[in-house]
């Protein structure tokens, strides 16, 4: 079963401030990583995805992934108030295409 | 972009009451998911389905049942609910790995 634990729980940052978060996971044969938010009341939302070793940038998020040390980290440069959600890592298996979810990071931009 | 329903959005039941939970999704995706959510624990899996008639256990099945009956419907089924499944019920559908979800369904049992 996979292990998929993200860090920190919470982080309350002032807006502009860059935001990391960070994941990791057990099991090297992962398919994909992805990057949800959710907002309270509200279901997850993907934001983004990497497949491949290194980053990926999509406007304001970057997202690295180091398959070696099993560890994918999501960063969002200019943070805004409206930025404030939970933040979900999720990993998908290549044996049975299974997706299992971190507990989140719970992300407050004050303005 | 991807739809998925959920009814009802809010379920007050008794212990021991039995209750439905319904989805439907307007994809055509091949893959859906029932989730419970709780503090602390984050997303739970409890069933999923790969196609109409097609059924798979999750992580946290005990208590609960599923049916896939068209490849837009999914039902999740407490026959004898208890309080330690109150909780935010989600349903996903998926195809190529992202996951759309619902609004979610908060059922509170007594």
């Known amino acids: 079963q996979e292990k998929v634990q993200q860090s920190p729980e919470s982080l309350i940052v002032p807006e502009g401030a860059m935001v990391s978060l960070n994941c990791s996971f057990s099991?090297?044969?992962?398919?994909s990583i992805w990057w949800y938010q959710q907002h309270p009341g509200k279901g997850p939302k993907a934001l983004i995805?990497?497949?491949?070793?290194g980053n990926k940038k999509e406007g304001r998020l970057t997202v690295y992934l180091n398959r070696a040390s099993l560890h994918v980290s999501l960063h969002i440069k200019d943070s805004q108030p409206s930025d404030s959600a939970v933040y979900l890592c999720?990993?998908?298996?290549?044996?049975?295409?299974?997706?299992?979810f971190g507990d989140g990071t719970q992300l407050v931009v004050k303005p | 972009e991807a739809a998925v329903t959920q009814s009802p959005r809010n379920k007050v039941t008794v212990t021991g009451g039995n209750v439905t939970l319904s989805c439907r999704q307007t994809?055509?995706?091949?893959?859906m998911y029932w989730y419970r959510q709780d503090t602390g624990h984050g997303l739970r899996l409890i069933h999923y389905?790969?196609?109409?008639?097609?059924?798979q256990i999750g992580d946290v099945p005990d208590g609960y049942k599923a049916t896939r009956t068209t490849q837009e419907d999914f039902f999740l089924l407490l026959e004898l609910a208890s309080p330690s499944q109150t909780s935010l019920y989600f349903c996903?559908?998926?195809?190529?790995?992202?996951?759309?979800f619902g609004p979610g369904t908060r059922l509170t049992v007594l």
């Open positions: 099991d090297s044969a992962s398919q």
């Open positions: 996903a559908s998926s195809e190529l790995g992202e996951q759309f």
């Open positions: 995805s990497i497949f491949s070793n």
């Open positions: 999720a990993v998908i298996l290549n044996s049975n295409n299974r997706i299992f």
């Open positions: 994809n055509s995706h091949n893959y």
């Open positions: 389905s790969y196609g109409a008639g097609n059924l």
